[in-house]
């Protein structure tokens, strides 16, 4: 199957998509890859899904890629002795390390690094943001809050410190253990929560030794300050709107996002934006038109991906929220300003022989108006290289590495295929050839370009580009 847009759609599995026949309704809907929530699924029910997953893509014959999102650190209060107080603003409330149940004048806030990282003037958003307060006295045991929104707040609500940066790593326990059973069952992209600094990756980099990249999930003031060593130390960024509304002005996440997706593009890394797309539709057959323009405005930005959580996850419409995602996609990426917004948004090349043909195929395959461009890649750099410049002419991924493979279906317009590698330059060119005119993207007589490194099968050394006939087949 050949999707007809470049931007990849990123759909979450849950209670309304675990079953087999829903997973391949949603890649024939136009899923490119899945996401597993490590926040509500177990070690088992991980692989089951990773399991369903592979056996659609045994029948469907095309790479499918798998992210696992990893919970990260949950911070929430500790108890009410009544289960909740009403508060309002002006009132005062104390922040501790008691674990007695609060009242209207304190509570437990069981995370001493909180403590610890809190200064006088700093916020605390509670519950999602319904409550707000202004640390007014600090030590490492207590903090002396003033209530500045909220009515309300019960049992267990979380926390959120957007003016602090608090001392410890992005995984928790359970991270861990849900790292490797993620590794074992060999999913393809691990996202990382919570990410404050480039060092929170180290851990997670450490222990995945390759076997799948690293996703960071940009959700914090921390890492949007931080945001050029991010993308240094990353695989690829997701733009997790939903918790920056929560820690920063809601009005400052689109300006943020057009910056995180501009960045990531100049630096050739994969970039999805997620959260609340089509929220409307976990209990509406459509969604709303501000839904559709927001989705638009990611696929205009040079997205490589776009992300559905709940409404495919648990919503009562799931196929319906990716048939109507895969629409708006088509519909912008024929809209005469997208060529010109991806044209000006293109940078220069990098001044690498790798970089250099990879614009160079892009340049010769719009001036000659070839039919497509096919990259031979092992680690994935040479495809991701070519995504970058953001070309009209379909590309064609080849990659001996079925992991490979797989990785690269979140990039930007990459049609990954995944099979041996040809062992002489000829069977090189000739194999592209044919992959080209089988996919339906060429037809015989037409040209495509073929990039690879010579010698076969060296990472990282693209050096090489040919323009070759397609041949019909006998």
């Known amino acids: 199957m050949r999707r007809s847009r470049k931007v990849k759609i990123l759909a979450t ?3 309304a998509s675990s079953e087999k026949s829903i997973i391949r309704r949603l890649y024939d809907a136009g899923a490119d890859i899945f996401r597993i929530n490590m926040s509500h699924t177990d070690h088992a029910r991980l692989r089951a899904l990773v399991a369903t997953i592979r056996e659609v893509e045994a029948e469907v014959g095309r790479p499918i890629g798998i992210l696992a999102d990893l919970q990260g650190p949950k911070l ?4 009410f002795a009544e289960g909740a107080i009403d508060i309002g603003p002006e009132d005062v409330i104390v922040l501790d390390s008691d674990p007695t149940p609060g009242d209207r004048t304190r509570v437990e806030l069981p995370h001493p690094e909180i403590l610890a990282a809190l200064e006088p003037g700093h916020r605390l958003l509670l519950d999602d943001g319904k409550v707000r307060l202004r640390v007014t006295e600090a030590s490492s045991t207590r903090a002396v809050a003033v209530v500045e929104a909220g009515v309300r707040l019960s049992d267990r609500k979380g926390v959120s410190v ?10 928790t326990e359970k991270d861990r253990s849900d790292l490797e059973a993620a590794l074992h069952a060999e999913v393809d992209w691990i996202a990382l929560s919570f990410v404050q600094r480039a060092e929170d990756l180290a851990e997670v980099k450490k222990v ?20 050029d060593s991010i993308i240094d130390f990353a695989d690829a960024l997701m733009v997790a709107r939903g918790d920056l509304g929560v820690e920063l002005p809601l009005e400052r996440v ?21 959260t609340q797309m089509l929220e409307s539709m976990i209990q509406a057959p459509v969604p709303t038109r501000a839904e559709v323009s927001d989705v638009a405005t990611a696929v205009f930005e040079g997205a490589d991906a776009v992300m559905l959580s709940a409404e495919s996850a648990s919503g009562d419409f799931p196929v319906e929220a990716v048939e109507t995602m895969d629409r708006i996609a ?7 300003n997208y060529k010109n917004i991806m044209h000006a948004q293109r940078t220069e090349p990098e001044s690498t022989g790798a970089d250099a043909i990879s614009a160079a195929a892009r340049q010769i395959a719009e001036t000659l108006n070839l039919a497509a461009i096919c990259c031979y890649t092992s680690s994935g750099a040479t495809a991701m290289r070519a995504a970058r410049e953001r070309p009209q002419t379909p590309i064609i991924a080849l990659s001996p590495v079925l992991h490979t493979a ?9 049609h990954c295929i ?24 060429a037809q015989p007589h037409e040209r495509i370009i073929v990039t690879a490194g010579v010698p076969l099968g060296k990472p990282g050394a693209t050096n090489m580009l040919r323009v070759a006939f397609v041949e019909p087949e006998a």
Not at 209 to 227: D, N, S, T, W, Y
Not at 330 to 336: C, G, K, L
């Open 13 to 15: 599995l849950g209670p």
């Open 76 to 79: 929430r209060l500790g108890k």
């Open 162 to 171: 957007p003016d602090s940066t608090i001392d410890f790593g992005a995984l």
């Open 208 to 227: 995945a030794r390759g076997r799948a990249a690293v996703m960071a999930k940009i959700e914090k003031p921390q890492a949007v300050e931080r945001l």
């Open 254 to 274: 689109p300006g943020i996002q057009k910056r995180i997706t501009r960045a990531a593009r100049r630096a050739g890394k994969p970039v999805v934006v997620a």
């Open 330 to 336: 088509i519909e912008v990426e024929r809209d005469p």
């Open 406 to 414: 797989r990785r690269l279906s979140l990039v930007w317009g990459l």
């Open 418 to 441: 995944a099979g041996p590698e040809p062992s002489t330059l000829e069977d090189m060119i000739h194999h592209a050839c044919r992959i080209a005119l089988r996919e339906g993207l």
